[in-house]
């Protein structure tokens, strides 16, 4: 079992940045691949910036360049630091936890965060 803790979040104008960090615990953080995801209201939740256990990354198109996902091990923790930010960035933003195990796979998910880029 991982709970995962997310914060953070908050309003910020547009072009500005903000650094959301997600801490783990219950279980062994390396072994799982990380990721953030958000959900604007009446749209689903889509994939902004995932990091393997290896520390490879993937971004989202509408996100590259301004988002950088990282991992600090020793710290349990996941980050996503937001430059250049727009209004649609403005979303709740989850920590999501996964692993592959022979024949299924194991998510664990925070409660979110709240990012809202407004003038």
């Known amino acids: 079992q991982v709970q995962l803790v997310e914060s953070g979040g908050g309003l910020v104008q547009p072009g500005g940045s903000l650094r959301l960090s997600c801490a783990a615990s219950?279980?062994?953080?390396?072994?799982?691949?990380m990721g953030w995801y958000r959900q604007a209201p009446g749209k689903q939740r889509d994939l902004v910036a995932s990091?393997?256990?290896?520390?490879?990354?993937n971004y989202a198109d509408s996100v590259k360049g301004r988002f950088t996902i990282s991992r600090a091990n020793a710290k349990n923790t996941v980050y996503l630091q937001m430059s250049s930010l727009k209004p649609e960035d403005t979303a709740v933003y989850y920590c999501?936890?996964?692993?592959?195990?022979?024949?299924?796979?194991?998510?664990?998910w925070g409660q979110g965060t709240q990012v809202t880029v407004s003038s």
């Open positions: 219950g279980s062994i953080f390396s072994l799982y691949a």
């Open positions: 990091i393997t256990t290896g520390g490879s990354t």
């Open positions: 999501n936890a996964k692993r592959l195990l022979p024949g299924h796979e194991i998510d664990y």
